[in-house]
């Protein structure tokens, strides 16, 4: 059997570490065994490389740390394509094929890994470096979206050591309510939506634990949408999905939990205003550089207009996650939605 290796990286120093781990057992899970071979190196949150050759059940609850670890790290020669094993025995090299990260949100996310897999010549599932970095930087990555032709939201960035009053007249001039985001980060971590000026002092300093730019943002009336596109030069869409909230925005907890809210895939539209929604999809991946795979995220206004939020470049892989149905609802199974991925990096 000519498998291919595919190390599968998962973990990382963010606070989206448990879940890159539930991402990463999903892919491993629907992994083509007779054609793919898992190469499990997985990132502690201190920032530790291992292989793990333990049981791939132990990876979504993060015993895998326990578990057969040894300390490793992808060779940046560009020759080799491997992964240097440190065992006591001496240095292992285990060939490398493709790699794909499995990394939410910082060092990870950003196109730091992406960088490393470039480097060393890895052909590399997903986004490169230059998408991934644009995507991570909400702000960066609206100002680009803008210029293609896609509205955004109204803005204001927040640097490290602005005062309070340039905040106040800031979010003053863009009304409120209006939500609170670290500049890069992802999973909800540290937004807020605040709708008076009393919060807004609180909701800042929240943000600034997760990045040195906070960005104050308008808010949107209506209701989120998105659209798994797959893909480089030829692209495949997923059917547009829905976000249904009681309350609130959909943040950390309604995300991974769906306590009040609901995901309807494919989105309650009419088909026309899905494929506006399919083409809003492709210029925006097409503006920031995507390839391999990216979900957009966009608003849906009562007007009818478009609105773009954000691009995840490596988006949730879970059974219930976002782009696997809306690939689903597309006619392609998770099994196919892997399978594609990989070889597309293989191809490249």
Request: charged fraction near 20%; include cysteine; glycine fraction near 10%.
């Amino acid at each position: 059997m000519n498998r291919k290796h595919i190390a599968v990286i998962f973990g990382g120093c963010s606070p989206e570490h448990g879940v890159s781990l539930a991402s990463a057992a999903g892919i491993l899970q629907h992994l083509d065994r007779s054609r793919f071979l898992p190469v499990l190196i997985g990132i502690t949150k201190q920032g530790d490389w291992y292989l793990f050759e333990g049981d791939v059940s132990r990876v979504a609850d993060g015993s895998w740390e326990r578990g057969r670890c040894t300390p490793a790290c992808l060779s940046p020669n560009r020759g080799r394509h491997e992964l240097l094993v440190f065992r006591e025995t001496g240095v292992a090299h285990i060939p490398i094929d493709a790699a794909f990260p499995v990394l939410h949100g910082r060092n990870g996310e950003d196109g730091t890994v992406q960088g490393l897999c470039e480097l060393a010549g890895i052909p590399l599932a997903g986004c490169g470096t230059l998408a991934s970095a644009l995507c991570m930087d909400k702000d960066r990555a609206h100002k680009l979206v803008s210029l293609s032709g896609v509205r955004v939201p109204n803005s204001c960035v927040l640097h490290t050591g602005d005062d309070a009053q340039f905040a106040e007249k800031a979010a003053e001039a863009l009304g409120y309510p209006l939500f609170v985001k670290p500049v890069k980060a992802g999973s909800s971590f540290g937004v807020a939506r605040i709708t008076a000026p009393d919060a807004l002092g609180s909701a800042v300093e929240a943000a600034f634990y997760y990045d040195d730019r906070v960005l104050l943002e308008e808010a949107i009336p209506g209701f989120e949408v998105g659209c798994a596109v797959m893909g480089g030069d030829q692209l495949t869409l997923g059917e547009p999905d829905e976000i249904e909230l009681a309350g609130g925005f959909f943040d950390y907890t309604e995300k991974y939990n769906l306590i009040t809210s609901k995901i309807h895939v494919p989105a309650r539209i009419p088909p026309e205003k899905a494929a506006e929604i399919k083409a809003a999809a492709r210029t925006i991946y097409r503006a920031l550089d995507c390839r391999g795979f990216a979900r957009v995220d966009m608003f849906l206004t009562p007007d009818g207009e478009i609105v773009f939020n954000e691009v995840n470049t490596i988006p949730g892989f879970t059974s219930h996650s976002r782009f696997p149905l809306m690939m689903q609802a597309a006619g392609m199974s998770f099994d196919a939605v892997i399978a594609r991925i990989i070889d597309a990096a293989l191809e490249a």
